[in-house]
Structure formats: structure tokens, C-alpha cells
Nanobody
Framework: QLQLVESGGGLAQPGGSLRLSCVVS????????IGWFRQAPGKGREGVAC????????YYADSVTGRFTISRDNAKDTVVLEMNNLKPEDTGVYYC?????????????????????????WGQGTQVTVSS
């Protein structure tokens, strides 16, 4: 059974850093797209960083460009989100999502962040709070 399990959330001060991990089981990360989404209190879910496994391209929301980095640990079937220079507006629940569709065309990382995963696989979320 396909599962996504996030970890690494917590409390950070403005300007600080956190590292989120998403362990994928039941699916070999050989194709598709994977990404991180967040939901702030009272707001809708937004894609912040997505990665096209097939062509290795990434997409970042404007609000996190230059501060967040998405990467993949092939050996561990894990996707990591490194978050630096955190801001209070980064507060929210962060979700890992997987699009396991076989045909992820060039540019799909952006499409996934904007529209969500076509195959609707989500983790349970991890809370990130940025506050002094």
C-alpha cells in the first residue's frame, strides 16, 4: 500500500531553518512527480515546491524561491524540503504529495504545484510554526 509519511516539523524562529522529510513506501520513485504543499490557518492549500522525477526539474512558488530546496534521496526513497530564512508567513501544516502517473511531461512540476497531484496521494501533514 502506498504511503507518505512526513517528519521534521516544529517551531523555528524567524530567520531559522527546518528540514522536512517525506518517506515513500509502496512505490518506487522511478517516475511521476512529488512535492510539498502547505496550508496556513484559514487559507487554502498551496504548492510550495515540486519535483519531476522523470526529468529532474523543480518548481518553487515565488514566496519560497531562494529559501526552500526540494531534493530526493534515491537510496532511501525520501524527499526532503530544506527551509531556510524562515518567515512567520511560512507557518502552516506541510503535506507531502505524490503524483504516481507514469507520464509526467516537461513542466509538470509547476502543474503539480498549481493543481495538485493527479493521483491524489497525500501524507498526513506536519506542523511548522515560525514565531519568536
Amino acid at each position: 500500500q502506498l504511503q507518505l509519511v512526513e517528519s521534521g516539523g516544529g517551531l523555528a524562529q524567524p530567520g531559522g531553518s527546518l528540514r522536512l522529510s517525506c518517506v515513500v513506501s509502496g512505490f518506487a520513485l522511478d517516475y511521476g512527480s512529488i512535492g510539498w504543499f502547505r496550508q496556513a490557518p484559514g487559507k487554502g492549500r498551496e504548492g510550495v515546491a515540486c519535483f519531476n522525477i522523470g526529468d529532474g526539474s523543480s518548481y518553487y512558488a515565488d514566496s519560497v524561491t531562494g529559501r526552500f530546496t526540494i531534493s530526493r534521496d534515491n537510496a532511501k526513497d525520501t524527499v526532503v524540503l530544506e527551509m531556510n530564512n524562515l518567515k512567520p508567513e511560512d507557518t502552516g501544516v506541510y503535506y507531502c504529495a505524490l503524483d504516481s502517473g507514469r507520464h509526467a511531461p516537461p513542466g509538470h512540476a509547476k502543474a503539480m504545484c498549481n493543481l495538485g497531484p493527479r493521483t491524489n496521494h497525500w501524507g498526513q501533514g506536519t506542523q511548522v510554526t515560525v514565531s519568536s
